[in-house]
T-cell receptor, first 114, second 114 residues
Framework: AQSVAQPEDQVNVAEGNPLTVKCTYS??????LFWYVQYPNRGLQFLLK??????LVKGSYGFEAEFNKSQTSFHLKKPSALVSDSALYFC????????????FGPGTRLSVLP | NAGVTQTPKFQVLKTGQSMTLQCAQD?????MSWYRQDPGMGLRLIHY???????DQGEVPNGYNVSRSTTEDFPLRLLSAAPSQTSVYFC?????????????FGSGTRLTVV
């Protein structure tokens, strides 16, 4: 069975500093990995995905993620955090079999302090 | 292009009452899913559909029914509401033919069962 772990419930970072939100996964076969962001009282918004190709994936709002197959990780990064980046972040893996459903991690709340 | 539309946005039910959460998408997506979001648990799959007339159970299906009579609509029925069903519910859709391989989420329904 596929699973996703986000080891940190909360990440605090000062505005202007780099940020990292961690994600590790367990899948059989090739992973299809995603990051979503949820702002208060909103639905989830797609940030970026890794399907194949370069290990460094660039996405929306200046975010990027690094796929590391040997460490089964897909950490989300941004070189310079903004207060407006404060939100709940979900890592997810997509099951490319029947149903193609997503398995989500528990989420990491990012707080960017001014 | 409305995307995924969920109604209502908020609902309070008494224990034992029944109700239907509506979900409609206008993107001709084959896949539709219902998730519930609970603090610290991420999103958990309730039911999903790979096309009109086909539905399957997800991780937490008990107490919920779904149907998919058209490509556009995927309602979620609570048969006899229980306090444990207090949650935020998200409907999502996706298409295998779109290279994104991602979900489009509705804005959610916040349900409280008292």
């Amino acid at each position: 069975a596929q699973s996703v772990a986000q080891p940190e419930d909360q990440v605090n970072v000062a505005e202007g500093n780099p940020l990292t939100v961690k994600c590790t996964y367990s899948v059989s076969g090739n992973p299809y990995l995603f990051w979503y962001v949820q702002y208060p009282n909103r639905g989830l918004q797609f940030l970026l995905k890794y399907i194949t190709g370069d290990n460094l994936v660039k996405g929306s709002y200046g975010f990027e993620a690094e796929f590391n197959k040997s460490q089964t990780s897909f950490h989300l990064k941004k070189p310079s955090a903004l207060v407006s980046d404060s939100a709940l972040y979900f890592c997810a893996v997509r099951d490319m079999g029947y149903g193609q459903n997503f398995v989500f991690g528990p989420g990491t709340r990012l707080s960017v302090l001014p | 292009n409305a995307g995924v539309t969920q109604t209502p946005k908020f609902q309070v039910l008494k224990t034992g009452q029944s109700m239907t959460l509506q979900c409609a998408q206008d993107m001709n997506h084959e896949y539709m899913s219902w998730y519930r979001q609970d603090p610290g648990m991420g999103l958990r799959l309730i039911h999903y559909s790979v096309g009109a007339g086909i539905t399957d159970q997800g991780e937490v299906p008990n107490g919920y029914n779904v149907s998919r009579s058209t490509t556009e609509d995927f309602p979620l029925r609570l048969l006899s509401a229980a306090p444990s069903q207090t949650s935020v519910y998200f409907c999502a859709s996706s298409s295998w033919t779109v290279p994104n391989y991602g979900y489009t989420f509705g804005s959610g329904t916040r349900l409280t069962v008292v």
